[in-house]
């Protein structure tokens, strides 16, 4: 295979991992489809405590097999006999690492932990994507799904 069409297959795979990579928002302000039009229950409250935390998504493992299929092709382009072989070989293992790192990073994002206690004197723990700013003694709603989930919303 000619190196331009290789590297033509690199690129478009690279493009595909990475858009399977994307995670889901955990903010109080991005609803999907199937949330949207959904009743509600809301709850008021004051904020108590608020702690820096982070966000880990499940990661898929498309990161270590793009990464290793790229590397084992960009390998295969080095040397020739048994020494490309072996160049496709320390490739794939080394794009795999890679390509598995990437993916986690992508996957975390920043966080916030926020104690609230509500009117009625119960206490809820809301862990949020960091896409709004909350301080001690602020007002906030809880908005709790049907399935559970909560958001927090000042």
Do not use: N
């Not at 935390?53 to 084992?72: C, D, P, R």
């Not at 949020?128 to 908005?143: H, I, N, S």
């Amino acid at each position: 295979m000619r190196s331009g069409l290789k590297m033509i297959i690199v690129v478009l795979f690279l493009a595909s991992v990475t858009m399977g990579c994307q995670t889901t928002s955990q903010g109080s302000k991005t609803y999907t489809r199937g949330q949207a039009q959904t009743a509600l229950t809301v709850y008021y409250g004051t904020v108590l405590k608020v702690g820096e935390v982070q966000i880990q998504a499940e990661t898929t493992g498309a990161g270590a097999v793009g990464g290793g299929v790229v590397g084992g092709i960009v390998g295969s382009t080095i040397g020739s006999g048994r020494g490309r072989t072996l160049a496709a070989t320390a490739g794939a293992l080394a794009g795999a690492a890679a390509g598995s790192a990437a993916e986690k990073s992508r996957a975390t994002r920043p966080a916030l932990e926020i104690e609230v206690e509500l009117d009625d004197g119960r206490l809820m723990v809301v862990v949020k994507e960091k896409d709004d700013e909350f301080a001690v003694g602020d007002r906030v709603r809880l908005l709790q799904s049907p399935d559970g989930k909560m958001r927090i919303r000042q």
